[in-house]
C-alpha cells in the first residue's frame, strides 16, 4: 500500500537533494523553510503556512479525530572543517544509492520523506478523520524542544500523538536520556604571577571542582531502559589582568546527560556538593539559550531538558509497529536514541504521547560521513502515510 510511482521517487529525490544544498544552519533557516512550504504546496497540502519563530506547518485533513504531527527539524549543525569532507557538505551527491550531505541524516531526509508521505495520502485520496500536520521546526539542533513548545503553547497547536523524524535506521525510539547544562564560576583573587602566594588561582580552584566531576561519573544513575546518566565538562574560560597575573574567574561548563528519575534540582545539588566540600568560592546556575529566530522571535529558555520513556505497549508504539510492519515486512526494534531531540519538550514536559522512526543511521549524525540510503527515504515515506491511517482512521 502507498506505494511511490517512479516519478514520485525521482521527485523525493530531488527534493532532499535541494534541501541539502540549501544551507540552514540554526536562526537561518529561511530559505529552506521558503523550500519546504513550496514542495508542500506543489504536491497536495490543502494548507500551509508559517508560524511566529518559523516553523513551517503543513495539514491534512479537517476531521473531528486526534491531531498527529510529524515533526522534523530544518536546521543543521555547521560544517567546522570542510577540508574534513570527503565530498561536498553541500552537493547532495549520490553513489550508489547513497546521498552524502550536511543534514541528510539528521535530519533532511525524514522530512523530504514526511512531505511525499502525505503526497501518498493525497494521490490515494485518502480523506483523514482527524489532522495530520507535517512541522518543519526550527532551532532543533542548539535548543531541542523550543520551537515545538512555541507551537503548542503560544500557537495553540496541541497534538494528541507526535512522531519524530531523528534518525531510526527504520526501526523505533520511544525515549532518551535528557540533558541539563550548567555554568559553574570559581571566583579567585588576582596579583602578579611572580608571587603567585599573595593570590588564589582560579583556575586551579576549578580544577578541583573539574576533578570532582570526573569523580561523580561512575556513580551516577542507571536505569534499566535509558542507561545510566552521565557528566562531562565541555568548555573552560578564564580571565586575568595579563598572562603575568594571577587569574581571578575561571568559568566551565558541564554537559549532563539525566536518566529517568534525575531533576534539574539533584544535577544542581551535585554540583553545589563538591563545590561545599572542595570549599571554593564558585556558583552554579543551568545555562540560558538566547538568540533571534530569522522571523524576529526573541527565543530564550532554559537548557533543562527532561529524559522520557513512552512505554513499549503504548498505543502509538504498536500502531508504529504495525504500519512498519504491514508496509515493509518486518518486525521493528524498539529501543532509545543516545542524543536528545525534540521529544525532551512534547513528551518529557506537555506528556505527549511521542515515538521516533526515521530513515538514516544515528551513528552518521553530526558527522563528516552524514548519509542516507534513498530506499531508506522512499520506504519512510509509505510507513508515514500508513501510520496517519492507522492512527486517525478514516471516516465511516
Given at each position: 500500500?502507498?506505494?511511490?510511482?517512479?516519478?514520485?521517487?525521482?521527485?523525493?529525490?530531488?527534493?532532499?537533494?535541494?534541501?541539502?544544498?540549501?544551507?540552514?544552519?540554526?536562526?537561518?533557516?529561511?530559505?529552506?523553510?521558503?523550500?519546504?512550504?513550496?514542495?508542500?504546496?506543489?504536491?497536495?497540502?490543502?494548507?500551509?503556512?508559517?508560524?511566529?519563530?518559523?516553523?513551517?506547518?503543513?495539514?491534512?485533513?479537517?476531521?473531528?479525530?486526534?491531531?498527529?504531527?510529524?515533526?522534523?527539524?530544518?536546521?543543521?549543525?555547521?560544517?567546522?572543517?570542510?577540508?574534513s569532507w570527503a565530498r561536498d557538505p553541500y552537493a547532495a551527491q549520490i553513489e550508489k544509492g547513497v546521498l552524502y550531505g550536511l543534514g541528510a541524516c539528521d535530519m533532511k531526509g525524514a522530512l523530504a520523506a514526511m512531505v511525499y508521505g502525505v503526497k501518498a495520502l493525497v494521490d490515494a485520496g485518502i480523506q483523514l478523520a482527524g489532522e495530520l500536520c507535517v512541522v518543519g521546526v526550527v532551532q532543533e539542533e542548539p535548543c531541542e524542544g523550543l520551537a515545538m513548545r512555541v507551537l503548542v503553547e503560544e500557537e495553540g497547536i496541541r497534538p494528541d500523538f507526535v512522531v519524530l523524524g531523528e534518525p531510526t535506521n527504520l526501526q523505533i525510539k520511544r525515549g532518551h536520556r535528557g540533558r541539563i547544562g550548567m555554568k559553574v564560576t570559581v571566583r579567585g583573587r588576582s596579583c602578579h604571577a611572580s608571587s603567585p602566594s599573595l593570590g588564589r588561582n582560579a583556575i586551579y580552584d576549578a580544577a578541583r571542582l573539574m576533578f570532582g566531576v570526573e569523580l561523580l561519573a561512575p556513580q551516577l544513575a542507571i536505569d534499566p531502559f535509558l542507561g545510566q546518566g552521565s557528566i562531562a565538562v565541555t568548555q573552560i574560560e578564564s580571565s586575568a589582568a595579563s598572562r603575568n597575573a594571577i587569574p581571578d574567574a575561571c568559568t566551565f561548563y558541564i554537559d549532563r546527560r539525566l536518566t529517568l528519575g534525575e531533576t534539574e534540582a539533584k544535577a544542581l545539588a551535585e554540583i553545589q556538593g563538591i563545590i561545599t566540600r572542595e570549599r571554593v568560592e564558585a556558583k552554579v546556575n543551568v545555562t540560558e539559550y538566547r538568540t533571534i529566530s530569522y522571523t524576529g522571535y526573541e527565543c530564550k529558555a532554559r537548557e533543562f531538558y527532561p529524559a522520557w520513556a513512552l512505554d513499549d505497549d503504548h498505543p502509538l508504539v504498536q500502531a508504529t509497529a504495525r504500519a512498519i510492519r504491514e508496509t515493509l515486512g518486518y518486525r521493528p526494534k524498539i529501543g532509545q536514541w543516545a542524543f536528545s531531540t525534540d521529544g525532551a519538550y512534547t513528551m518529557g514536559r506537555a506528556n505527549i504521547p511521542t515515538v521516533g522512526f526515521g530513515p538514516g543511521e544515528e551513528r552518521f549524525a553530526h558527522t563528516v560521513d552524514d548519509q542516507i540510503r534513498l530506499d531508506d527515504v522512499a520506504a519512510a515515506a509509505r510507513v508515514y502515510a500508513r501510520l496517519a491511517v492507522e492512527l486517525l482512521g478514516v471516516p465511516e
Open positions: 500500500m502507498f506505494n511511490l510511482s517512479s516519478q514520485d521517487r525521482n521527485d523525493l529525490v530531488a527534493f532532499l537533494q535541494d534541501l541539502i544544498r540549501i544551507p540552514s544552519l540554526s536562526t537561518q533557516e529561511r530559505a529552506l523553510a521558503e523550500r519546504l512550504a513550496e514542495e508542500m504546496r506543489r504536491v497536495g497540502f490543502p494548507r500551509v503556512r508559517q508560524d511566529r519563530i518559523g516553523n513551517v506547518i503543513g495539514c491534512l485533513g479537517a476531521g473531528p479525530g486526534p491531531r498527529l504531527i510529524y515533526n522534523g527539524h530544518m536546521d543543521t549543525v555547521s560544517v567546522s572543517d570542510p577540508a
